[in-house]
């Protein structure tokens, strides 16, 4: 069982930037208004994530990382749309098999914090109360400290940052109503710092620059027969960055779809000059029976139905906005 457990959580948390984005989408699904993440060495020796959402009960708190463990299902309806996004209670059972994982946390009727250690899914020890606001911090240590192979096989620490900060970004673009800092340890001057009751546009700003953000036109849209709604904002044909930026969401998860973006190049080509590519980003809501739920957990890429008529429909839909925009 153990084995088949480390085997699953190896294929599952690939790198850092795997686990800050499972964290991350934990604490969105808490409810928190506020995400801080400090990492050291790249999210090798050290990723903590600190958020002030719901919190873990402290009855729960000794199954929190057991395979399959999910404190987010409650019918059939939430299982077909949480499982369109991979798996359900795998990410930080996953997590606890490759590194050593430490949750604090605190529910709102809790006179204190509660903290427990983990270790291949299970708990190592009772845990013990102490001091903590409501929300819940977990720290990774050592990552793949049990796996040399795939810990050899991981980028160097900047690159794996670089990657990880990706993930922040997106999510910081999504959720404006959520504040996001990334820091590394021991630095006092964040990296990443998105206030929380932003907006889109300013956080692009901050995140992007002025000068890109003063190009986006917004997108807005929806179909009658597929139920597919569509938000974000690209930039205008007439200004170009040196490489693609692609922010795709789909039902509030960041995913890749490549057909999608590369009919969404496509537009720009004709517009664009050689070594010049658009901006985009866009976030679907897609009734989650249309998304492809066999998809293997690691695949940040996405299969949905009549996907021919959804990204022509989303095609047309930026093509006429960004026509618009020139006039
Ligand atoms: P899933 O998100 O699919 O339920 P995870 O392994 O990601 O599975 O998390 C397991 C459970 O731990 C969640 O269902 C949730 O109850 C709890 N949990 C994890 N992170 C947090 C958090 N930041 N705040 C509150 N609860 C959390
Ligand atoms: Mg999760």
Do not use: W
Request: hydrophobic share 40%; charged share 20%.
């Amino acid at each position: 069982q153990t084995v088949v457990n480390k085997i699953a959580a190896g294929e599952i948390i690939v790198r850092p930037a795997n686990a800050v984005k499972e964290m991350m989408e934990n604490s969105l699904d808490a409810g928190s208004t506020d995400i801080i993440i400090t990492i050291k060495n790249g999210g090798l020796d050290l990723i903590q994530i600190q958020d002030n959402g719901c919190g873990i009960r402290k009855d729960d708190l000794p199954i929190a990382c057991e395979r399959f463990t999910t404190s987010k299902i409650n019918s059939f309806e939430d299982l077909t749309s949480l499982s369109s996004f991979g798996f359900r209670g795998e990410a930080l059972s996953s997590i606890s098999y490759i590194a050593k994982v430490k949750i604090t946390t605190r529910t709102a009727d809790a006179v204190c914090a509660f903290q427990m250690e983990y270790g291949l899914g299970q708990p190592l020890g009772l845990g013990k109360l102490c001091a903590g606001n409501v929300g819940t911090i977990i720290t990774v240590e050592n990552f793949f400290y049990n796996n040399p192979v795939r810990k050899s096989i991981l980028s160097s620490p900047t690159e794996e940052y670089v990657r990880l900060a990706e993930f922040v970004t997106k999510y910081a673009v999504r959720y404006p109503n959520v504040g996001f800092t990334l820091k590394k340890f021991g630095q006092h001057v964040a990296d990443i710092r998105t206030p929380p009751s932003s907006s889109t546009l300013e956080n692009c700003k901050l995140l992007f620059g002025n000068t890109i953000t003063r190009e986006l036109v917004l997108v807005e849209g929806e179909t009658d027969k597929y139920h597919c709604k569509v938000a974000g904002y690209v930039s205008n044909p007439n200004f170009s960055i040196k490489k693609i930026t692609f922010l795709l969401f789909i039902n509030g998860r960041s995913v890749d779809c490549n057909k999608l973006k590369r009919s969404l190049e496509l537009i720009y080509a004709a517009h664009l000059p050689k070594n010049g590519f658009p901006f985009i980003y866009l976030s679907l809501e897609l009734p989650p029976g249309l998304i492809d739920v066999n998809i293997h957990p690691t695949k940040a890429e996405v299969y949905f139905r009549f996907e021919e008529e959804i990204i022509s429909f989303i095609v047309t839909l930026v093509q006429s906005k960004i026509m618009a925009s020139q006039t």
